[in-house]
């Protein structure tokens, strides 16, 4: 999920650097951009639901609200990555999953 969030971040760069006079780049940006974060969504939802069991949840409490919030900033819904093109979303949603991934960690440690 972070390497797809961090192609994301990379591919809103480089949208916002384009000459406006490429739509035919910047038109490609955004598919990508898209593609990316329907990836970082799916990663994200398989580590939700396939990893994560009932024990993680209580020891993490605010573990549903964080997968909540990071799927809904890979979206493409208000404040979403896939309808953005602020790299401060990109951003975002890279801190989550870094909160996501610690989380992992110490689970896999246990």
Request: proline share 5%; with cysteine.
């Amino acid at each position: 999920a972070r390497i797809e969030a961090q192609s994301v971040k990379a591919v809103i760069e480089k949208y916002n650097a384009a000459d406006a006079a490429d739509p035919a780049f910047k038109a490609r940006c955004l598919f990508i951009k898209e593609e990316r974060s329907e990836l970082v969504k799916h990663h994200l939802w398989v580590l939700w639901t396939d990893y994560f069991k009932p024990p993680h949840f209580e020891k993490y409490p605010d573990l549903h609200q964080l997968f909540n919030e990071a799927t809904k900033l890979a979206g493409g819904g208000p404040g979403g990555a896939k309808s953005s093109d602020d790299p401060a979303v990109a951003d975002e949603l890279l801190a989550k999953i870094d909160e996501i991934a610690e989380i992992f960690a110490e689970t896999k440690a246990a």
